[in-house]
T-cell receptor
């Protein structure tokens, strides 16, 4: 079945470390997105990519980086510059404007 | 930037009754799409219903329907015959180039 796979489900990071969250899709979607979810704030857009080798910053890109070397993969790196990285991270993909997004099951990142 | 506002942080409904969740948005665009997503405790985002802004007819999906008021920039979700499985966070979303979400409404269904 086609879908989006996010891994790991839970991730623990020590302060000062970079960590990378994986997002893979086999839906042949062109566009992919990363959102951060905090309690009471809904989903906030971090980065998005509409085509391979191209991506744009969302509303809260500071402290994060992405790459889009393959159509099916859009990894997110949370760098040490992100001051409050503890959150739930959701990856999504879409093909056509207006058809909605398909979401992964998320990664819960905790700084220890 | 487009903003989406959900003014009800929490709502409660009796099983089998009807509940309406509110959503307003701000945009200068004329063509866009609106969505309601459901997020149960598993945290998986599930598409509930979508509305195309150029269509005046309100979308309906089984027990879920919307009241889309384009001039008022309002997009409410009505859930009829509420079931225990409807308990979840509900997010309203605006989609043009990317998708912007409201803060969510937590719906509780009482047996």
């Amino acid at each position: 079945d086609g879908g989006i796979t996010q891994s790991p489900k839970y991730l623990f990071r020590k302060e000062g470390q970079n960590v990378t969250l994986s997002c893979e899709q086999n839906l042949n979607h062109d566009a992919m997105y990363w959102y951060r979810q905090d309690p009471g704030q809904g989903l906030r857009l971090i980065y998005y990519s509409q085509i391979v080798n191209d991506f744009q910053k969302g509303d809260i890109a500071e402290g994060y980086s992405v790459s889009r070397e393959k159509k099916e993969s859009f990894p997110l790196t949370v760098t040490s510059a992100q001051k409050n990285p503890t959150a739930f991270y959701l990856c999504a993909s879409s093909q056509l404007l207006g058809r909605g997004y398909t979401f992964g099951s998320g990664t819960r990142l905790t700084v220890v | 930037a487009q903003t989406v506002t959900q003014s009800q942080p929490e709502m409660s409904v009796q099983e089998a009754e009807t509940v309406t969740l509110s959503c307003t948005y701000d945009t200068s665009e004329s063509d866009y799409y609106l969505f309601w997503y459901k997020q149960p405790p598993s945290r998986q985002m599930i598409l509930v219903i979508r509305q195309e802004a150029y269509k005046q007819q309100n979308a309906t999906e089984n027990r879920f329907s919307v009241n889309f008021q384009k001039a008022a920039k309002s997009f409410s979700l009505k859930i009829s015959d509420s079931q225990l499985g409807d308990a979840a966070m509900y997010f309203c979303a605006y989609n043009n180039n990317d998708m912007r979400f409201g803060a969510g409404t937590r719906l509780t269904v009482k047996p």
